[in-house]
């Protein structure tokens, strides 16, 4: 069954520096993969996806994620973090056709001044 | 366009207690699905649907029963509320995946219930 592990349960950055959130999955097929954001007090919304094609992806708010077959990572890059940013982070892992994803438990982000 | 709502958006039971969560999405989305999600557990999925009429089981579905009458609906309830089911709830649902592969999920805003 695939699964999915998020090593940092919260991360601190100053704002303007840089950000990566790690994500490894494990599945025996070439898998989807997805990162969700989720604000305080809202639900989940999806910041990109990679399906096939280009390892590096593109997402919204300035996000990117780099799919990486050989160490089984999606890790999720922001060149330059912004306070909006400070949220909680999930990755998640699709697999078979009629099975719901995997959510990894989950990153959550703060940013300092 | 709605997308996934949720009713309702708080509530508070005392144990023992019934109540039902109602997901409704305008997506035309066969898929729904019904997770809860607790401090350092991340999300987890209690049942879920692949279409009108259909339901499964996910990893917490004791408690829970749940019922996809519509294909925009998806019900959960909870029969005798507990304690331990105080958490946030959230909807979701999404496409029949075309490919071999499930597809992207788009999430409701949440339900918090404290049972008491």
């Known amino acids: 069954a695939q699964s999915v592990t998020q090593p940092d349960i919260h991360i601190t950055v100053s704002e303007g520096a840089s950000l990566e959130l790690r994500c490894n999955y494990s599945?025996?097929?070439?898998?989807?993969l997805f990162w969700y954001v989720q604000s305080p007090g809202q639900g989940l919304q999806l910041l990109l996806k990679?399906?096939?094609?280009?390892?590096l992806v593109q997402g919204i708010k300035g996000f990117e994620a780099e799919f990486k077959r050989s160490q089984s990572s999606f890790n999720l890059r922001k060149p330059s973090v912004h306070w909006s940013d400070a949220a909680e982070y999930f990755c998640?892992?699709?697999?078979?056709?009629?099975?719901?994803?995997?959510f990894g438990k989950g990153t959550r982000l703060s940013v300092i001044a | 366009n709605a997308g996934v709502t949720q009713t309702p958006k708080f509530r508070v039971l005392k144990t023992g207690q019934s109540m039902t969560l109602l997901c409704a999405q305008d997506?035309?989305?066969?898929?729904m699905y019904w997770y809860r999600q607790d401090p350092g557990m991340g999300l987890r999925l209690i049942h879920y649907?692949?279409?009108?009429?259909?339901?499964a089981k996910g990893e917490v579905p004791d408690g829970y029963n749940v019922s996809r009458l519509k294909k925009q609906n998806f019900l959960l309830g909870l029969e005798s509320a507990a304690p331990s089911q105080t958490s946030v709830y959230f909807c979701?649902?999404?496409?029949?995946?075309?490919?071999?592969?499930?597809?992207?999920?788009?999430f409701g805003p949440g339900t918090r219930l404290t049972v008491l």
């Open positions: 979701a649902s999404s496409y029949r995946p075309t490919s071999g592969r499930t597809d992207t999920q788009y």
């Open positions: 599945y025996g097929a070439t898998p989807y």
């Open positions: 990679y399906f096939s094609g280009d390892t």
């Open positions: 998640a892992v699709g697999a078979a056709r009629n099975t719901p994803l995997v």
């Open positions: 997506m035309n989305h066969e898929y």
């Open positions: 649907s692949v279409g009108e009429g259909t339901t």
